[in-house]
């Protein structure tokens, strides 16, 4: 199966809630990246975290990693209608020599969609 | 603003026929991406390149697609002939490599082969 894999396939919430998104991957990363893209639009980078961190916040979002379980959640809290969008979550891989390949591998992505 | 720049945002064809998008990554940017996304196949990498050089192009059909950097300023995506299953929106991507490898993407380009 693909790695970078996201799940729900797809959310709905209301204005004012959380919205949990989890991803999981399969092999040794340099770090792992969030991007949102609206309908009609490219992808807009979120958020990265690094292999030897935990957790890490940016505004009303909070990544974690668990390198151990090759996890990672995004949790965006007290959502917003401009808050829908698709959330993609994107491994940058290590090689064999333990060096990025410098590229990305995106997952399928989460649909959120946030009521008013 | 920096920004990607990609042309033509819509692009509609005929198959059989030939097709090139451009793409004009950040200033200073030095890897280049190209994607093609599809509600069936999500968001797949064509190629990438790194200071002009192509580093892998493995995920294009190499009997129709080409990619090309002519200079720092300027990549291109050529497909040829088209075919209705190449309908698609194609996104560019440009990156600093030592940067922590973060993307900044392009509007992307729609195309539809009819």
């Known amino acids: 199966s693909q790695q970078g894999e996201e799940d729900p396939q797809a959310l709905s919430i209301q204005e004012g809630e959380n919205a949990t998104m989890n991803c999981s991957y399969k092999t040794s990363i340099n770090n792992l990246q969030w991007y949102r893209q609206n309908s009609g639009r490219g992808l807009v980078h979120l958020i990265l975290?690094?292999?030897?961190?935990r957790e890490k916040h940016s505004g009303r979002l909070r990544v974690t990693l668990d390198t151990s379980k090759k996890s990672s959640s995004l949790l965006i809290t007290a959502s917003r209608a401009a808050d829908t969008a698709s959330y993609f979550c994107?491994?940058?891989?290590?090689?064999?020599?333990?060096?990025?390949?410098?590229?990305?591998?995106f997952g399928q992505g989460t649909i959120l969609t946030v009521h008013p | 603003d920096a920004r990607v720049t990609q042309t033509p945002r819509h692009k509609v064809t005929e198959m059989g026929q030939e097709v090139t998008m451009r793409c004009q990554p950040i200033l200073g940017h030095n890897t280049v991406f190209w994607y093609r996304q599809t509600m069936m196949q999500g968001l797949e990498l064509l190629a990438y390149?790194?200071?002009?050089?192509?580093?892998?192009d493995s995920g294009m059909p190499k009997d129709r697609f080409s990619a090309e950097m002519p200079d720092a300023t300027l990549a291109t995506l050529k497909i040829q002939p088209s075919e209705p299953r190449d309908s698609a929106v194609y996104f560019c991507a440009s990156s600093v490599r030592l940067a922590k490898n973060i993307q900044y993407f392009g509007a992307g380009t729609r195309l539809s082969v009819l």
């Open positions: 994107a491994t940058d891989k290590l090689n064999a020599g333990g060096t990025s390949y410098g590229k990305l591998t």
């Open positions: 975290i690094r292999s030897n961190e």
């Open positions: 390149f790194r200071n002009r050089a192509p580093l892998d």
